[in-house]
């Protein structure tokens, strides 16, 4: 089955990952509410455009989104452990919580690696954790 019946399988379809945000069925979504403070429409929206992803010529996805989140959301996070791992959690701003998703674009070698493009530029998340979905993943 190519790329593209795939994506119109239920497996794979929007309207389906909709109704499970919608339903709160989404484990995706409630992860990147949680530690991205993304909200429903936010999430929706990137997901439809992840989800039109017009394939290359060779049918691979040429579209993805992530999560990029920000320093103190992580010290925030670490600060909130009950492990003893809170005592090395470094001081957070409470108002730089909130993380951002970025629709990056995948450009393909005549190899097949592909590398991710953000704006036009390269884009390889320079250090910065991010979690990237693509139309064919499982939310």
């Known amino acids: 089955m190519t790329v593209r019946k795939m994506l119109k399988t239920k497996k794979f379809n929007l309207n389906h990952k909709k109704n ?14 949680k530690f991205g403070l993304i ?7 990137n997901l439809e455009w992840v989800c039109n992803d017009p394939l ?3 049918e691979r996805l040429t579209r993805e989104i992530a999560l990029v989140i ?10 909130q452990k009950k492990d003893g791992a809170e005592k090395f959690a470094m001081p957070y701003k409470s108002d730089n919580l909130k993380g951002k998703i970025l629709k ?4 393909y ?6 590398a991710f493009y953000h704006d036009g530029k390269h884009y390889s998340g ?9 139309a064919e ?3």
């Open 104 to 107: 990056l674009n995948r450009i």
């Open 39 to 45: 909200t429903k429409n936010e999430f929706i929206e």
């Open 137 to 139: 993943d499982r939310i």
């Open 70 to 79: 920000t320093p103190d959301m992580e010290n925030y996070l670490k600060s």
């Open 20 to 33: 499970q945000i919608n339903t709160n069925n989404s484990e995706i979504f409630n992860n990147w509410r």
């Open 56 to 58: 290359d010529d060779k």
């Open 126 to 134: 320079n250090g910065i954790r991010k979690i990237c979905l693509s």
């Open 109 to 114: 070698d005549d190899k097949g690696s592909c």
